[in-house]
């Protein structure tokens, strides 16, 4: 009927309009008419408007859109009947420029296309515009003609805010009942619009829950079904990572939200410029992207969340967005933005394309995909070669920057197999995907599968730890962590995971293995890693005058293995002591070696400090006299998630022997 047509693409945001062509229900007679008495006046100051209607009509507001009609029966059928029905939604002008520019605020035709396009998708025909003056205002009618309904649009500039009326009644009585709806346009005039009040902080999004144990390969988790409500996702979508590892989470009810690489809540933004957001990408300058699935558009932020502007709309024209669409965005080269676009042909086939738009919003080009393609997400390589997850194909489509296909990954007699929700790539072009029924799997850039990790979950019941139930976001981050969201019901949760080799995941671990619980260390080529000495170095003591934490500083320089005041060493021989070095350089840490010159294998504890002050263990040992003199020793670990810039030895001498000298450590890691 007419206020689920006009309501459903409500502006700011739009949605999906039911279709028309429901057959008008059996119902009585329509009301008279002729003489219509409009002695009864609605005023709605929320809208700014105010209109007379006959006595005894009923009005009721429905997300934030005034519906009136003769009776309750009226709003409760499934299509028009006789009796008129009107719908009416008024949206500040201001609003209305942010998001579709300033003249669709000003000028009733630039209005009138964004009011229409979703009505003419529903199925309905609408005639050429007649300009017409309401309450000395500009505007725009237009008939409405559906299987299901008749009527007239009426799009009205006002001195405060842009209104949309819908009159509607079955075929068979509009031509009597478009009287009323005249007379009741005609006294439509505007109120001044009540001021907003501040709104108070209600929704603000608080700590989800982390789960940090799991099995091999498991990372964490963030979120779930249970905490306050606050601290749940609605529904966990596309996500983002920064080079310091930090991740941005598309969430549906507040915007995009932002957590350290160990799960930790920084902040929230977006809540109020994005209707429901569904997937988020970083570019190297760190401004972010958005597609606002809720507003048929790509909204664009900056590092800190500042709100920059917002383009795209839903309709028919080339740089206009299906009513599904965008779900899906990528960053390609030059920083350019690549959106997943579907709509139905004539013959009622959904039709896929990727839009390719400038980061100011400038459609470039729209790429045709074949209608044997329905891809659920897309990546870009920095050649401008697109990747398409084809879920129903089970595959992987590399297409060439121009549209053309280069290559198609995937067993077509296994599809289940590679069926995935999400793709990503990371730097060296392996290709990631969260799938339905075979976890999160790592191919090469030939299509090969490398490695893989969790598990689908039992249906029915509730993910645990590395199983997932529906992924839908997939990213790789630093530190080889990949990052997927996945939803089921009133569960939404965002993990990550560390891929292990297939030999590694189908081999069964024994005992040992299962009460181990540190994963293998993770592998990094070593032109990648950065190796680095402190710069700066203290101490709980140090054997005065010559014995300070300086001597620590830079490479080794104690040769061979003898007492030296070049080196660190504590004041007394017996205690247990710390030394806290300093680093230039970030790193996602992978290793560190002690130089010890002296008396060495008295290591007790390494522990890492992070950029946030989060200390990270990495080894704890049993304190022995080494026979091996002077001693390099090598620790190794798991690469850590977030950027070390200090490590922390201590020394434990309260065994009774002669004073542990350390002359330098050097910290390994990916800058």
């Known amino acids: 009927m007419a206020f689920l047509i006009l309501s459903a693409c409500s502006l700011p945001g739009v949605g999906q309009p039911p279709a028309a062509t429901l057959a008008p229900a059996p119902s009585p007679e329509p009301s008279a008419v002729l003489a219509p008495d409009l002695d009864a006046e609605t005023q709605m100051e929320a809208l700014g408007v105010r209109l007379n209607h006959p006595q005894g009509w009923v009005s009721e507001v429905m997300s934030g859109t005034l519906v009136l009609a003769p009776a309750a029966s009226s709003l409760d059928r499934p299509s028009p009947g006789p009796d008129l029905v009107i719908t009416l939604d008024a949206t500040p002008s201001e609003q209305v420029a942010a998001q579709y520019g300033r003249e669709a605020s000003t000028n009733p035709e630039a209005f009138f296309e964004v009011s229409s396009a979703l009505i003419q998708q529903s199925g309905y025909t609408i005639s050429p515009t007649t300009p017409i003056t309401i309450s000395g205002q500009p505007a725009l009618l237009a008939d409405l003609q559906g299987s299901g309904g008749t009527g007239q649009l009426v799009v009205v500039i006002g001195p405060q805010q842009v209104v949309r009326v819908v009159g509607q009644t079955d075929p068979a009585s ?21 001021p907003t009040p501040t709104p108070t902080p209600v929704n603000v999004a608080l700590q989800p829950d982390v789960l940090r144990e799991g099995p091999a390969g ?41 957590f350290t690489p160990d799960g930790t809540l920084l902040s929230t933004f977006g809540a109020e410029e994005l209707l429901d957001a569904y997937d988020v990408v970083r570019t190297e300058n760190g401004d972010l992207f958005v597609a606002d699935y809720g507003r048929n558009a790509i909204a664009h932020f900056r590092a800190d969340g500042t709100f920059v502007a917002r383009w795209g709309s839903a309709g028919d024209a080339p740089d206009q967005f299906g009513l599904s669409s965008p779900q899906r965005i990528a960053v390609g080269p030059e920083e350019q933005i690549y959106a997943l676009d579907s709509r139905p042909n004539p013959e009622g086939e959904a039709i896929s394309s990727v839009m390719i738009f400038s980061a100011d919003g400038t459609l470039v080009t729209r790429l045709s995909l074949p209608t044997d393609l329905a891809p659920s997400d897309l990546a870009v390589d920095q050649s401008g070669n697109i990747y398409l997850a084809e879920s129903f194909g089970g595959a992987v489509v590399k297409l060439a920057p121009d549209g053309s296909e280069l290559a ?26 969260a799938t339905y029924s075979s976890g999160v799997v790592r191919l090469s850039p030939s299509g090969v599968t490398v490695s893989r990790n969790g598990t689908p979950a039992t249906s029915g019941s509730l993910p645990g730890p590395g199983e997932f139930s529906l992924p839908n976001g997939i990213v790789v981050g630093p530190g080889e962590v990949v990052w997927v969201s996945d939803n089921s019901g009133e569960y939404s949760a965002v993990t990550a995971l560390r891929l292990q080799g297939d030999a590694a995941l189908s081999s069964t671990p024994g005992p040992e293995a299962e009460q181990s619980a540190t994963p293998e260390p993770t592998v990094v080529p070593e032109e990648k890693l950065l190796h680095q000495w402190a710069s700066a170095a203290t101490a709980t003591s140090f054997y005065a005058p010559d014995y300070d934490p300086e001597g620590v500083l830079g490479p080794p320089d104690v040769p061979g293995c003898q007492d030296s005041p070049a080196a660190w060493a504590s004041a ?100």
């Open 174 to 194: 509009w031509e009597q009942q478009s009287l009323l709806f005249r007379a009741i346009l005609e006294s439509l005039s505007f109120v001044p619009l009540a």
């Open 218 to 258: 498991f990372v964490l988790r963030i979120g779930g079904n249970s905490g306050e409500r606050n601290a749940r996702f609605v529904s966990a979508r596309g996500m983002a990572t920064a080079p310091d590892g930090t991740l941005y989470v598309a969430e549906s009810s507040r915007g995009i939200w932002v």
């Open 408 to 433: 198609r990954f995937g067993d077509p007699a296994a599809a289940p197999s590679l069926a995935a929700g999400s793709i990503d790539l990371d730097a060296g072009g392996d290709i990631y995907l």
């Open 572 to 671: 007394a021989p017996d205690g247990l002591d710390t030394l806290e070095l300093s680093y230039t350089t970030p790193v996602f840490a992978t290793s560190l070696v002690i130089y010890q010159n002296s008396q060495p294998g008295l290591v007790s504890q390494v522990e890492l400090v992070d950029e946030r002050g989060e200390v990270i263990p990495v080894y704890t040992g049993s304190p022995s006299l080494s026979s091996t003199c002077p001693l390099a020793q090598s620790i190794t670990f798991t690469q850590t998630l977030s950027r070390v810039v200090k490590v922390r030895i201590t020394i434990d001498q309260r065994g009774g022997t002669y004073w542990s000298e350390i002359d330098a450590v050097e910290l390994i890691g990916l800058p």
